[in-house]
Structures are given as structure tokens and as C-alpha cells.
């Protein structure tokens, strides 16, 4: 079975921290992506990489970096949080570099909360 | 501009049948996914279209009409556990995904 997994299910920080999210997912999987969900609206796409070093801005990368050091994981940077980024964040991953038509496995989700 | 659209809310009951549409003016098509996302959970995939018709997958179906830019997915024998968000999403021209907002499935006994 795939397994996606999510640093944490529930966040609590301070306007301004600096936030990591980690994502880690065990099928060799080439592409990651990270979304965040919010109610009344689909999933936005923040970034998404198809292979180790590269990353490529989805809809709504501003205010957020994000880093792919292994293949495995796939890391969401919030450099300065702020409350809009009050959100829940998914992390997916697929088979076949730029393969979009294969099917997206996601993690639990993190449940971010910024005061 | 990318636009999915399916209904917010529908309510069935159990052992009954439901039709979840989900319309899309996108720019071009490349495939189209259905999701299920129980609450607080993660979406799981259920069905993806790319050619016209209808495909069954045990109780849950999904059919595709290019022309219409129109799809649905039909689940049959409904049970409490069915509970839970669609998410349409479609693959557009430039091979990214556009989701829906989901469609909350309210099963009743």
C-alpha cells in the first residue's frame, strides 16, 4: 500500500514564525505536490516537483518555499506564517515524472492554525 | 478562465441511488478524476474518464460526455459509510489538475 505521511495532523503557531511542514511518502513515487483545502473551495496547488532538487510554483506560492532534498520528501516552508494561511495542507505524490494522469495518493493531512 | 462546478450539498438515502454531476469549462481535456474524501480524512481515488461513456466500478460509476464538458458519478446501494466529499477535478490543456470544490454526500437511514 502507499503510504503519504504528514509531520503533524494539528499546528498551532504565531503570526511571523516560520513554519515546516515534511512530507514523507514510501512508493518511490516521482512527483509530490502540496495543497491546501479550504472550505467552499477546491484544492489549491501551492508547488509540486517531479523529481529531487526541482520544484515548480502551482497556483499560490506566494508566501510559501519548498524543498526536495530526497525523493521521498517533499517539505512546506511558510518563511513568516500569517493568519490567511490558517488552512488545511495536504501533501500527494504520484507515479511517472509530469505523469499527471496517474492517480494522486495524499496524506492525512495538517490542520495549520496561525494566531 | 478554469471553472469546475458541482452541487455543495446533496442528501440521499441509504440503499437508494445518487447522481453527483460535475460541469467544467476548461481549456482543453485531458482526463477527468473523481475523489472521495471522508471528513477530516484524505482523498481517495475513485475513477478516472478520458474517452465518452460510462465506466462501473462495483457500486460507484462514472461517466463522461466531452462534448457536454459534463460528468457524474453514480453510486448505487447507498450506504452510511458513503458519507463523505466528491471532488471532480479535470486535466486541462497544459496537463494540470483543476479541482471542484466537492460535493458533501449526506447518507440517511
Known amino acids: 500500500d502507499v503510504k503519504v505521511t504528514q509531520s503533524s495532523r494539528y499546528l498551532v503557531k504565531r503570526t511571523g514564525e516560520k513554519v515546516f511542514l515534511e512530507c514523507v511518502q514510501d512508493?518511490?513515487?516521482?512527483?509530490m505536490f502540496w495543497y491546501r483545502q479550504d472550505p467552499g473551495l477546491g484544492l489549491r496547488l501551492i508547488y509540486f516537483?517531479?523529481?529531487?532538487?526541482?520544484?515548480e510554483k502551482g497556483d499560490i506560492p506566494e508566501g510559501y518555499s519548498v524543498s526536495r532534498e530526497k525523493k521521498e520528501r517533499f517539505s512546506l516552508i511558510l518563511e513568516s506564517a500569517s493568519t490567511n494561511q490558517t488552512s488545511m495542507y495536504l501533501c500527494?505524490?504520484?507515479f511517472g515524472q509530469g505523469a499527471t494522469y496517474n492517480e494522486q495518493f495524499f496524506g492525512p493531512g495538517t490542520r495549520l492554525t496561525v494566531l | 478562465g478554469q471553472n469546475i462546478d458541482q452541487p455543495t450539498e446533496m442528501t440521499a438515502t441509504e440503499g437508494a441511488i445518487v447522481q453527483i454531476n460535475c460541469t467544467y469549462q476548461t481549456s482543453g481535456f485531458n482526463g477527468l478524476f473523481w475523489y472521495q474524501q471522508h471528513a477530516g480524512e484524505a482523498p481517495t481515488f475513485l475513477s478516472y474518464n478520458v474517452l465518452d461513456g460510462l465506466e462501473e466500478k462495483g457500486r460507484f460509476s462514472s461517466f463522461l460526455s466531452r462534448s457536454k464538458g459534463y460528468s457524474y458519478l453514480l453510486l448505487k446501494e447507498l450506504q452510511m459509510k458513503d458519507s463523505a466529499s466528491y471532488l471532480c477535478?479535470?486535466?486541462?490543456?497544459?496537463?494540470?489538475?483543476?479541482w471542484g470544490a466537492g460535493t458533501k454526500l449526506i447518507i440517511k437511514p
Open positions: 477535478a479535470v486535466i486541462d490543456s497544459n496537463y494540470q489538475l483543476i
Open positions: 512508493m518511490d513515487h516521482e512527483n
Open positions: 500527494a505524490s504520484s
Open positions: 516537483s517531479y523529481d529531487v532538487k526541482m520544484k
